[in-house]
């Protein structure tokens, strides 16, 4: 008796004796390259939980049940990126995670992490939505061979992530976020604190893979956003951003968007006063609902028209995979850290041709006459004769 309560005691110890150094052992052993630093900061900012150069975190809406798709994904971006610059991981999802999702994403990282529950009114019907008409649509999308036509869940998410996500308590104090995404792989050592790089550059937005949109999930989509950039003249700042949006002076999108499954971004965009009034224009227009509006399409329309074009930033040099595409770098330099195939990179194919006419636009800026022309309305930028040194 004695003696088995003895050995169960001893146990215990040498249990969390394990577990300490276990602890110790993921904290202490340096994980690929060093860090490069940006001019004038410390690595000492790197450690888990000291103050950051920037304030920034990675950014996860994710289901419970993708427990083992998160850690895949966590893995590779700490083997690759986080084990030297800790920045925290802000989880959120449309019900409250469990302990086991809690326990087993924590395990994969020494930095901070936090869990957020979205608050209902940021997940549901608003009132002026007809659910009844929004039943119909969905069916009638599934006729169609739409994917997730059916989904109510996917629409509540591209709601989210377009209108809400910045908006959530735990990011009060963020300024910088990195979406990431269950099952997304990094496939190359990143060096560099992409946060800093963007801060220091006035970077306000990064992509790697740019698609175009199945125009079957938007059909209503730019009619709205014209609708919304008539009675805002001064929203469309940068015209060749337009002009990557439209390649018919603006009677038609052409499907162009950052795949935003990546973003790197600035929270600011989002919360500004401009992108808060196009939100709630589109929002009110039901198309989330009626339709299956994606965030990709609509933050990729105000990032095209509301930044000029050295704000937004293709970052070529970061490997990325989610199911089906892939970013992989394409100099011989960068395949040493890398394990991705540089022909199979996205950037090849006609369907992502939209990645690199972005950073081939001419820049940087509309001038104030190409602004004023804007002023009185998008249909100007079609009528003939118009030269706004577009390529
Ligand atoms: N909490 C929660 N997260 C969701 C829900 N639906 C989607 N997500 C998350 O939102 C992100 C995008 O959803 P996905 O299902 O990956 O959508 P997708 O990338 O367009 O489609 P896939 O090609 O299937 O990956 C992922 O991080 C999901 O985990 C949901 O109903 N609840
Ligand atoms: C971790 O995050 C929580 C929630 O955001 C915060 O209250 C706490 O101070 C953070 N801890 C560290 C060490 O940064
Ligand atoms: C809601 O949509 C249904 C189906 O299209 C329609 O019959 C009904 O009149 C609509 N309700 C309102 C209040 O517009
Ligand atoms: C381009 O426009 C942005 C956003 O309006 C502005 O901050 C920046 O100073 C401009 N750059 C140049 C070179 O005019
Ligand atoms: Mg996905």
């Given at each position: 008796m004695h003696f088995n309560c003895g050995f169960a005691l001893l146990n215990v110890l040498v249990g969390v004796l394990l577990a300490l150094l276990a602890r110790q052992r993921a904290g202490s052993v340096p994980e690929g390259p060093a860090p490069v630093l940006l001019d004038g900061v410390d690595v000492a900012a790197y450690q888990p939980g000291a103050a950051r150069p920037v304030r920034a975190a990675f950014v996860v809406l994710v289901r419970n049940s993708e427990l083992h798709g998160m850690k895949r994904a966590m893995r590779q971006v700490e083997d690759r990126f986080?084990?030297?610059?800790n920045y925290p991981y802000v989880f959120l999802n449309d019900v409250p995670f469990t302990d086991e999702f809690k326990a087993g994403t924590a395990a994969m990282t020494k930095a901070n992490v936090s869990f957020g529950t979205i608050p209902h009114e940021h997940w549901s019907y608003p009132a002026w939505i007809n659910q009844t008409y929004a039943r119909e649509c969905r069916e009638d999308m599934h006729r169609r061979g739409?994917?997730?036509?059916?989904?109510e869940s996917y629409r509540h998410m591209c709601r989210f992530n377009s209108g809400?996500?910045?908006?959530?308590p735990l990011l009060a104090d963020v300024d910088y976020y990195w979406r990431i995404e269950p099952d997304v792989e990094y496939p190359c050592d990143i060096t560099y604190d992409p946060f800093l790089f963007m801060h220091r550059r006035g970077i306000k937005y990064g992509y790697t893979i740019a698609l175009h949109e199945y125009p079957e999930t938007i059909p209503t989509l730019w009619a709205t956003v014209k609708e919304f950039v008539a009675q805002r003249?001064?929203?469309?700042?940068h015209v060749n951003g337009y002009r990557w949006l439209s390649g018919d002076g603006g009677a038609t999108y052409n499907g162009c968007h950052f795949w935003s499954n990546f973003e790197i971004g600035a929270l600011a965009v989002f919360r500004s006063e401009e992108y808060l009034a196009y939100f709630e224009h589109l929002d009110r227009a039901g198309g989330f609902f009626y339709e299956r509006w994606g965030d990709a399409p609509v933050h990729s329309i105000a990032a095209a028209l509301?930044?000029?074009?050295?704000?937004?930033?293709?970052?070529?040099d970061i490997g990325y995979y989610h199911n089906p595409w892939l970013n992989c770098p394409q100099?011989?330099?960068a395949q040493a850290r890398c394990h991705c195939d540089p022909s199979k990179s996205a950037e090849h194919h006609y369907w992502a041709s939209c990645t690199r006419e972005w950073p081939a636009l001419p820049g940087p800026n509309t001038t104030a006459s190409e602004q004023a022309a804007i002023g009185h309305g998008v249909e100007r930028m079609a009528s003939p004769g118009r030269t706004l040194g577009f390529r």
């Open positions: 986080n084990s030297r610059f739409v994917f997730y036509a059916l989904s809400f996500f910045f908006r959530h003249p001064g929203f469309v700042r509301l930044l000029a074009k050295d704000e937004v930033h293709w970052f070529h100099d011989a330099a």
